[in-house]
């Protein structure tokens, strides 16, 4: 009974109340903004179908390339001390400091002709500028330390004793973490795709500076909203929330059950 | 009677300073003061926050770059606080500020369109005023403008190819060099085709000259029938007519060739009216403001104009001296 009563509970009650209003008020005030009719006019527009799908696949792409090159080195991180490990690390969170428009600048500035990679990658007919490849290298960039961190987090979670238990019956170093180790880090893998994709989901100021077109959803609300105005901007906003709401539960949903296994 | 003139001369010295003091009271502009810009005033600009702010040490210029057709919106639709809107199109002051969030316009700097490039384009030590029609048509030369929709940048560096298949007579070519150019080589805003062009993924730009000259880029000035920097030509460049989006998705509108006006005004409830008009008054100087753009490539009109006496007399005092009625 006291313990209801006590001023910490209220306070992270209302801390709960006060945080979700601050998220929540804008959003739905958004959401109900668009008119019915202009609302089911954008699901049907060709170029809005467009945006989003290319947003949804490029940021999934990013997730997936993040999953490949990104798991070992995340166990890496979590297992092994080495001499400049804190540097390394560093390193990884630089992408979440640097101003989004600077990212898309210094991507530029290698895939052009002026630099020995992008002088390679143009002779191999590999364009980044106005390109999908391009916009998958910007959101890889954006999401891969939210992927590595949350992975890294999940490795260290797991007990070294398992590995060893495995390896002292004789599993190889790899037959160990492929049959140990990523099965019980599952769930911190799909946390770690989730959050890189949402994050690379939601980047535009990288996006605009490598690839105005072809137009993801944010490049195209921008470009609705400078030649349209608010009022044809906020429909594609609308979509892309809920079509994101819808993927990112069921993601939830997808490791929630796996972890559960 | 020496004490006498002495009290005298100190009464005198102290009505004075006074006067003085109080009149810099009023005068001195403080606080913070708004400005919405088209993104190719941003260099000149920033030079005349640098040199007012110097003046006038409490007072703290806020710039915003953009395209002017945006920045206008930011300020009619989401009610954005500003104090001052510069366009690169004047027109666009006409259109979407006026009358509900401005009352008058004032002309005061002119711009051309140049095609600028870097020592390591593709052709760059051939190209010149005669031929880069030619070079722009050649394949794998990658070229761009900004977006017609959202830059009045666009929509020139369009009517400047339309002009240059009348002046060259040669039929077809607007279609020809437009074919060479894919969708992905146009930008938002002409300035970002900057860093493409300095990182080597772009050739070459269509730019305002005054941008070319303070980005120290080298660029290729053309014939006045086509650059749209000569306001006496302005029933020449009228034969230019691009097909931009209207007010709505799906909605078109034509946009007819003129020359390039910068046009500026004080928003209307601005928030600090006072250092804006101030601010103004600095800028519409032929020794303050207009120097500044005279030395920057942006060629300014001194005195500025209003087109009617009608808007000449909304204007507030001081600026009412600034500006002739020309159309």
């Given at each position: 009974m006291k313990s209801h009563s006590d001023p910490f509970l209220i306070m992270s009650i209302g801390s709960c109340v006060v945080v979700s209003l601050f998220i929540l008020v804008p959003l739905i005030q958004m959401m109900i903004t668009p008119s019915w009719e202009l609302l089911t006019e954008s699901i049907f527009d060709p170029d809005i179908q467009k945006a989003i799908w290319l947003s949804i696949y490029s940021s999934g792409l990013a997730a997936i390339i993040s999953f490949i090159i990104g798991t070992p080195f995340a166990y890496l991180l979590a297992r092994k001390s080495f001499f400049g490990k804190q540097f390394v690390e560093g390193i990884i969170?630089?992408?979440?400091?640097?101003?989004?428009?600077?990212?898309?600048?210094?991507?530029?500035?290698?895939?052009?002709?002026?630099?020995?990679?992008?002088?390679?990658?143009?002779?191999?007919?590999?364009?980044?500028?106005?390109?999908?490849?391009?916009?998958?290298?910007?959101?890889?960039?954006?999401?891969?330390?939210?992927?590595?961190?949350?992975?890294?987090n999940g490795f260290e979670s797991i007990?070294?004793?398992?590995?060893?238990?495995?390896?002292?019956?004789?599993?190889?170093?790899?037959?160990?973490?492929?049959?140990?180790t990523l099965p019980l880090a599952w769930r911190s893998i799909m946390v770690g795709i989730i959050m890189c994709s949402a994050r690379a989901i939601s980047e535009f100021g990288a996006i605009v500076v490598v690839a105005y077109h072809p137009m993801n959803a944010p490049v195209l609300i921008y470009e609705r909203f400078t030649a349209?105005?608010?009022?044809?901007?906020?429909?594609?906003?609308?979509?892309?929330?809920?079509?994101?709401?819808?993927?990112?539960?069921?993601?939830r949903l997808v490791s929630k059950k796996n972890s559960a296994l | 009677m020496k004490i006498y003139k002495n009290w005298v001369t100190i009464l005198f010295a102290l009505i004075v300073l006074t006067g003085i003091s109080v009149s810099k009271v009023i005068a001195e502009p403080t606080g913070k003061l708004i400005i919405f810009h088209a993104g190719s005033l941003s260099v000149p600009f920033a030079a005349m926050e640098k040199h007012f702010e110097s003046r006038y040490p409490k007072l703290d210029i806020l710039r915003e770059a953009g395209g002017s057709t945006k920045m206008a919106r930011m300020i009619s639709e989401i009610g954005k606080p500003a104090d001052i809107m510069a366009s690169a199109d004047f027109k666009v002051i006409d259109k979407s500020l006026i009358p509900s969030h401005a009352s008058w316009?004032?002309?005061?700097?002119?711009?051309?369109?140049?095609?600028?490039?870097?020592?390591?384009?593709?052709?760059?030590?051939?190209?010149?005023?005669?031929?880069?029609?030619?070079?722009?048509?050649?394949?794998?030369?990658?070229?761009?403008?900004?977006?017609?929709?959202l830059d009045p940048c666009g929509y020139r560096s369009l009517m400047v190819l339309q002009l240059a298949e009348k002046y060259y007579k040669s039929p077809g070519l607007y279609n020809q060099l437009i074919a060479n150019r894919p969708q992905k080589?146009?930008?938002?805003?002409?300035?970002?085709?900057?860093?493409?062009?300095?990182?080597?993924?772009?050739?070459?730009?269509?730019?305002?000259?005054?941008?070319?000259?303070?980005?120290?880029?080298?660029?290729?000035?053309?014939?006045?029938?086509?650059?749209l920097g000569n306001y006496q030509l302005?029933?020449?460049?009228?034969?230019?007519?691009?097909?931009?989006?209207?007010?709505?998705?799906?909605?078109?509108?034509?946009?007819?060739?003129?020359?390039?006006?910068?046009g500026i005004t004080l928003i209307k409830n601005a928030p600090n009216q006072e250092a804006a008009v101030s601010f103004?008054?600095?800028?519409?100087?032929?020794?303050?403001?207009l120097d500044i753009l005279k030395q920057m490539g942006q060629p300014p009109f001194i005195p500025s104009r209003v087109p009617t006496q009608a808007m000449k007399e909304k204007l507030p005092t001081v600026l009412k001296e600034r500006v002739i009625v020309k159309n």
């Open positions: 969170d630089l992408p979440i400091m640097i101003p989004h428009p600077v990212i898309g600048i210094a991507i530029l500035g290698i895939v052009g002709k002026d630099h020995w990679l992008g002088s390679l990658l143009h002779k191999l007919g590999v364009q980044m500028m106005g390109t999908v490849s391009g916009i998958v290298v910007v959101l890889t960039f954006v999401g891969m330390p939210f992927y590595i961190n949350a992975v890294k007990p070294v004793r398992l590995e060893n238990v495995s390896r002292s019956l004789g599993a190889s170093f790899s037959r160990t973490f492929f049959q140990i349209f105005g608010l009022k044809y901007s906020q429909p594609i906003a609308v979509l892309l929330i809920f079509v994101c709401l819808i993927l990112f539960i069921g993601l | 316009n004032i002309r005061f700097a002119s711009n051309q369109l140049v095609l600028c490039y870097t020592a390591n384009s593709q052709y760059a030590s051939e190209i010149n005023h005669t031929n880069w029609y030619k070079i722009l048509a050649r394949k794998g030369v990658i070229w761009g403008h900004s977006d017609p929709n080589n146009i930008r938002p805003k002409s300035v970002e085709l900057i860093a493409l062009l300095q990182t080597g993924n772009m050739d070459y730009a269509w730019e305002y000259l005054s941008v070319a000259i303070q980005h120290e880029l080298k660029y290729v000035t053309l014939d006045d029938h086509i650059n302005d029933s020449y460049y009228g034969q230019a007519q691009v097909t931009v989006t209207g007010k709505k998705p799906g909605t078109t509108l034509q946009r007819v060739g003129k020359s390039c006006t910068y103004l008054d600095y800028l519409l100087d032929p020794s303050g403001g």
